[in-house]
């Protein structure tokens, strides 16, 4: 009966560790999910505040930066 208990508990310990390691990456996956929604939300963003900081200027103006040494 020992081989048998020991199989059992053998087991019984892999899937807990199969569980734990479904558990962990799926809390991987939420945090790199939010880590790109932050990311297309910055974005957004600077889009949103270069259009409205182009939207003032005269047409033309403000689009190329002509240097000269």
Do not use: C, N, W, Y
């Amino acid at each position: 009966m020992s081989g048998i208990s020991s199989a059992t508990s053998g087991l019984e310990q892999a899937q807990l560790a199969h569980q734990v390691a479904v558990k962990v990456a799926g809390k991987a996956m939420d945090a790199a999910r939010a880590q790109g929604d932050a990311a297309i939300s910055l974005l957004e963003a600077a889009a949103e505040v270069q259009e409205q900081a182009l939207s003032g200027l005269e047409p033309g103006k403000g689009q190329v930066l002509d240097v000269t040494a």
